[in-house]
C-alpha cells in the first residue's frame, strides 16, 4: 500500500495480541499496564505480522498504546515491516477517547500508512467514530486483528473509510 496508489492516510488499527490472563496477572500486584503477552500471543503475532506484511508492505510509523502487551505487539509489527521505530504515546492507553486520539495524529502531522497499536473497547469505539462520527463500536477488534481506515484530507469523525478488517488467523494465513 503505497502513498502513489492511495494519497491520504491510511491507519492500520490493531489490537495488541493475547496477554496473560487480566485476573491472575492481578495478584501479583503490578499494574495492568505492565500485563505482558503470553507465548502464544507472540508466535501468533508473529505470523500474523508477515501477512501483515504482505498486505502493506511497510509503514511509515507505528505507534503503540505505553502498555507492555500493546509495546511487544508494536516491536514485532515494526519488525515484519522493516521499521524498526515504535513511538510509545499515551493517548492509545486504556480508556483512550476518539477525539484525543484524532487530535493527537492531528497534531503529529501523520501521513502515509500508520500503524496504532491499542486495546479493546477503545479501538472499536475508535473505528465507529472515525467512520460514522458516533461511538457505538460497529466491529468486532479481536486479540491480534487490524482494521485499515483511509482518510482522504483530516483525521476526524466520520470521514473515514474502513478498506478492509482482518482477525489474526486471517492474517496468519496469508
Do not use: Y
Not at 142 to 158: I, L, R
Amino acid at each position: 500500500m503505497s502513498n502513489d496508489q492511495n494519497p491520504g492516510l491510511t491507519l492500520i488499527i490493531v489490537r495488541h495480541s493475547q496477554a496473560e490472563d487480566a485476573e491472575r496477572f492481578a495478584q501479583t500486584g503490578r499494574p495492568d499496564c505492565e500485563r505482558p503477552l503470553t507465548e502464544q500471543g507472540i508466535k501468533r503475532m508473529n505470523r500474523a505480522a508477515k501477512g501483515l506484511r504482505k498486505l502493506l508492505g511497510g509503514a511509515d510509523r507505528v505507534l503503540t498504546s505505553p502498555c507492555a502487551r500493546a509495546e511487544h505487539t508494536a516491536r514485532i509489527l515494526a519488525r515484519a515491516l522493516d521499521d524498526g521505530a515504535v513511538e510509545s504515546i499515551e493517548v492509545l492507553a486504556p480508556g483512550a477517547e476518539p477525539e484525543t486520539v484524532a487530535q493527537a495524529l492531528t497534531d503529529a502531522s501523520v501521513q502515509g500508512v500508520v500503524l496504532l497499536v491499542g486495546h479493546e473497547p477503545d479501538l472499536s469505539r475508535l473505528i465507529a467514530w472515525l467512520c460514522t462520527g458516533r461511538k457505538t463500536p460497529m466491529v468486532d477488534m479481536k486479540k491480534g486483528a487490524a482494521c485499515a481506515v483511509h482518510f482522504d484530507a483530516a483525521v476526524d469523525k466520520g470521514r473515514g473509510t474502513i478498506l478492509w478488517l482482518m482477525t489474526q488467523a486471517q492474517l496468519r494465513k496469508l
